[in-house]
């Protein structure tokens, strides 16, 4: 069955400091992959997406994330934390089911920023 | 443009009542979804409608219905409202419903108490 997987629940980091929140897939076929972030109170905003091509992909405000086949992951990382980055993130992987773009979302890692 | 509109934004019904949300996207989407969110587990996937005129059910149909009024609008009803559906509900919308790729633009959610 197709599941996402985010390890983390909380994390808490210094603003300046670097970021990896990781995320683990499971998928038969190729996947297509997603990061969305969700500010407090707020609707979910795509980060950056993967279908094909480069491995290492770059998405708004700063941030990237790296497709690794060989360990089912997708891993989004950013060089400097700032203090609105203080959100919640959800990773995706897509697939087509029943002919529509079903979304299946791992459980989301609440990330606080110190200042 | 809006994007995705919800109305209404919060919400508190009594055991038993039962409310419709509203969802409207002025993008041109095909397809429109409706997911809820819990805490620890994501989102999860209640209706969609992969074009208008057609709706299917997702992960967890129970205890709602929905109606795709135009390519526009896409609602959500309770019929009979329990505390287990409270939550927070976000409406979505793709261009199209097919091959996985298909990136969902999501509202910024209604928060539904039920006591």
């Known amino acids: 069955a197709q599941s996402v997987t985010q390890p983390d629940i909380h994390i808490t980091v210094s603003e300046g400091a670097s970021l990896e929140l990781r995320c683990n897939y499971s998928?038969?076929?190729?996947?297509?992959l997603f990061w969305y972030v969700q500010s407090p109170g707020q609707g979910l905003q795509l980060l950056l997406k993967y279908f094909s091509g480069d491995t290492l992909v770059q998405g708004i405000k700063g941030f990237e994330a790296e497709f690794k086949r060989s360990q089912s992951s997708f891993n989004l990382r950013k060089p400097s934390v700032h203090w609105s980055d203080a959100a919640e993130y959800f990773c995706a992987v897509g697939t087509l089911s029943g002919g529509y773009n079903k979304l299946i979302f791992g459980a989301g890692t609440r990330l606080a920023v110190h200042p | 443009n809006a994007g995705v509109t919800q109305t209404p934004k919060f919400q508190v019904l009594k055991t038993g009542q039962s409310m419709t949300l509203q969802c409207a996207q002025d993008m041109n989407h095909n397809s429109m979804y409706w997911y809820r969110q819990d805490p620890g587990m994501g989102l999860r996937l209640i209706y969609y409608?992969?074009?208008?005129?057609?709706?299917d059910k997702g992960e967890v149909p129970n205890g709602y219905n929905v109606s795709r009024l135009n390519k526009r609008e896409f609602s959500l009803r309770l019929e009979s409202a329990a505390p287990s559906q409270t939550s927070v509900y976000f409406c979505?919308?793709?261009?199209?419903?097919?091959?996985?790729?298909?990136?969902?633009?999501f509202g910024p959610g209604t928060r539904l108490t039920v006591l």
């Open positions: 979505a919308s793709s261009v199209q419903g097919g091959g996985g790729t298909d990136t969902q633009y």
């Open positions: 998928y038969g076929a190729t996947p297509y």
């Open positions: 409608s992969a074009s208008e005129g057609t709706t």
